[in-house]
């Protein structure tokens, strides 16, 4: 909820400073003319969210939309769309003018989808999975509307073996079983070089075990359960597929022994992982971490890019130049040196190849609601000259 109330704050002071920013001039080779760029609205948008961060992602898109001038049309993920209907009410309370946001709530299919092709939205946000991006982009490409797209991810996390264990491997638990795992930049595939790896991975498993995994209203609670039956059946599937391709289940893989209802599961951690199997290259989006080793820099930058996702990644090492060496040559929109998965609002966030395009937060998030307006002027007195003049009858 801090950072709930954080974008609204930062959006609106964004939103005071979008005025000093028109007119901003151009500059011209001639002399005869004056050209200014004017940012506008760019009109009546649709703003899908996922159920993972419910009033958190909300805040990032409708906090940018109406610091930018848009009316907004909201659809929050049926699974949790409580916290957007309340958004909708503090809205009311505050006076926003009837109209400006807009909350609807229902299944993708009766709801998203009509507001993907409706010829009335200027322009479609979207955050969730790249099977249904990719369908926005269809429903979208109909009408030559514009769309920002944050979609899933498989991020890498490479660890070299000039690290201080406990403090990389509290960053690595953490990157992959923040909030369950369901978070589209888990960074869930670790590398970790050969010569500390097993020391490395022994420790990972002493701080899974250590992972407080409870009701999520109970104190020290750090794990709590997955956001539905569904989803609880699609990693537990995950993760006897991962044990029927060959891998090994170092830890976890199955429901905490003293929770006997609700949809648990324990941290996982999962090696002797091939590149090909599906643990590896899909996303689980639950408490599940695979890991591989490297032996040199160049494997492990081969590994980190070997994916279709291209959203965030990590790499662990107390060599700077090697830090910056990988966070140059890693595919992917975010990249965290020395920690996994901290987002502030004033940093741009998106990725790449299919976890997406466009960006949001900081300013980069006000520009993706807003349209950019030429204006140039000619200014001399002087016939433009380009033409004969007719003779005078």
């Known amino acids: 909820m801090d950072d709930v109330i954080a974008s609204f704050s930062y959006y609106a002071e ?64 049926e699974l949790a769309s409580v916290t957007c209907l309340e958004l909708a009410d503090i809205c009311k309370e505050v006076g926003l003018p009837a109209g400006v946001l807009n909350v609807i709530t229902g299944l993708g299919t009766e709801a998203g989808a009509p507001l993907a092709s409706h010829p009335h939205i200027d322009k479609i946000s979207f955050t969730g999975s790249s099977a249904t991006g990719s369908k926005i982009m269809q429903a979208a490409a109909q009408q030559v509307k514009p769309v920002s797209l944050e979609l899933g991810g498989k ?26 795992g369901q978070i589209c930049s888990a960074t869930s595939r670790l590398l970790v070089h050969e010569n500390i790896a097993t020391k490395f991975l022994n420790r990972l498993v002493e701080w899974a075990k250590n992972i407080k995994v409870s009701d999520p209203l109970e104190d020290g609670c750090k794990l709590g359960a997955i956001v539905s039956e569904g989803q609880y059946q699609k990693v537990l599937k995950f993760i006897s597929t991962a044990k029927s391709e060959g891998a090994t289940i170092l830890t976890g893989g199955s429901r905490p022994e003293h929770l006997k209802k609700g949809y648990f599961v324990e941290p996982t951690i999962i090696t002797d992982v091939s590149t090909s ?117």
């Open 155 to 180: 991020s890498p996390i490479i660890v070299f073996d000039d690290v201080d264990i406990d403090k990389v491997a509290e960053w690595t638990i953490l990157g992959c079983f923040f909030t369950n």
């Open 14 to 77: 964004l939103a005071e400073g979008l005025d000093a920013k028109q007119k901003a001039p151009v500059s011209l080779p001639m002399e005869n003319f004056k050209s200014y760029v004017i940012k506008e609205p760019i009109g009546v948008v649709a703003l899908i969210t996922p159920w993972n961060y419910p009033m958190l992602m909300a805040s990032w898109k409708v906090a940018a939309a109406l610091a930018a001038g848009c009316t907004a049309v909201l659809k929050p993920s």
């Open 277 to 393: 199997m599906q643990i590896w290259r899909e996303e689980v989006f639950g408490p599940v971490l695979c890991a591989k080793t490297f032996s040199t820099e160049e494997e492990a930058i081969e590994l980190a890019n070997d994916t279709h996702y291209g959203l965030g990644s990590a790499v662990m090492s107390n060599d700077p130049e090697r830090c910056e060496r990988i966070s140059k040559a890693i595919q992917a929109g975010i990249v965290w040196i020395n920690c996994s998965q901290p987002t502030f609002i004033q940093a741009p966030w998106g990725g790449i190849k299919r976890s997406g395009f466009g960006r949001e937060l900081g300013e980069w998030g006000l520009d993706n609601f807003l349209s950019v307006k030429q204006v140039t002027k000619y200014i001399s007195d002087e016939q433009w000259g380009w033409y004969k003049r007719p003779s005078k009858m």
